[in-house]
């Protein structure tokens, strides 16, 4: 069965620290991707990165880098000289193949873990 | 590009009455998601719709949850009758159509806080 496992609940920083947030997946299928999202105390779920896994290369965009491991079933996200802008709350995902009815070939629904709370102190 | 627009906001009900909720999604998007989100965790799928259709609702609690997107495009989700632990965070989400749903990220509303005391 597909699973989501980020095992740090909170984390605290202080603005400028490096933090990184672990992700743990669990899935049968040999191509799967996982997303990163932000939420911050708007709630609304803001889209950081995707990676599918026939993907390895990490990845870096401005502050944020991830670190994608398939031999571990990780996929980690570093945040680089952290803002209080970045406190929110963190979710790693996993897109699913299952589902019934084949609509155009895919399902796509999002298994999530349980999110990481980043808290930044200036 | 417009998002996805849910309402209301925010709604708080006594156990046993009904509510609902409305979602639009972002246009042109087929593939519509109702997701719940119970505090401290991580969304939860309730149902799939693509169009009109139901892909996947085996994550519904039919005796009390429906939901419908009879015109495709904006979807209502129900509760009737409502229990305590239906205390959430209601989340829609939309998907365009391309070659390969499996990789496109979904695009979230703000979603509805729903209190039942």
């Known amino acids: 069965a597909q699973k989501v496992t980020q095992a740090q609940t909170e984390i605290s920083v202080v603005e400028k620290e490096d933090v990184t947030l672990d992700c743990v997946y669990e899935?049968?299928?040999?191509?799967?991707?996982l997303f990163w999202y932000k939420q911050p105390p708007s709630g609304e779920l803001v889209f950081l990165i995707r990676?599918?896994?026939?993907?390895?290369q990490n990845e870096i965009s401005g502050r944020y880098s991830w670190n994608f491991q398939k031999s571990t079933s990780s996929f980690n996200f570093t945040i680089t000289a952290s803002q209080v802008v970045d406190s929110a709350v963190y979710f790693c995902?996993?897109?699913?193949?299952?589902?019934?009815?084949?609509?155009?070939?895919?399902?796509?629904?999002?298994?999530f873990g349980k999110g990481t709370k980043l808290s930044v102190k200036p | 590009e417009a998002g996805v627009a849910q309402s209301p906001r925010y709604k708080i009900i006594e156990k046993r009455q009904s509510v609902a909720f409305w979602c639009n999604p972002i246009?042109?998007?087929?593939?519509l998601y109702w997701y719940q989100q119970i505090l401290g965790q991580g969304p939860k799928l309730l149902i799939q719709?693509?169009?009109?259709?139901?892909?996947?609702d085996s994550q519904l609690p039919k005796d009390r949850f429906s939901a419908e997107r009879l015109k495709g495009v904006d979807s209502t989700l129900k509760i009737q009758p409502a229990k305590l632990e239906d205390s959430a965070v209601y989340l829609c989400?939309?998907?365009?159509?391309?070659?390969?749903?499996?990789?496109?990220?979904?695009?979230f509303g703000n979603g509805t806080r729903l209190t039942v005391t």
């Open positions: 989400a939309s998907r365009g159509q391309g070659r390969a749903l499996n990789n496109s990220p979904l695009h």
């Open positions: 719709f693509q169009n009109n259709g139901v892909v996947d």
């Open positions: 899935t049968r299928d040999t191509t799967y991707y």
């Open positions: 990676r599918n896994s026939f993907d390895e």
């Open positions: 246009s042109g998007h087929a593939t």
């Open positions: 995902a996993l897109s699913e193949r299952g589902g019934r009815a084949n609509y155009g070939g895919s399902q796509g629904n999002l298994i």
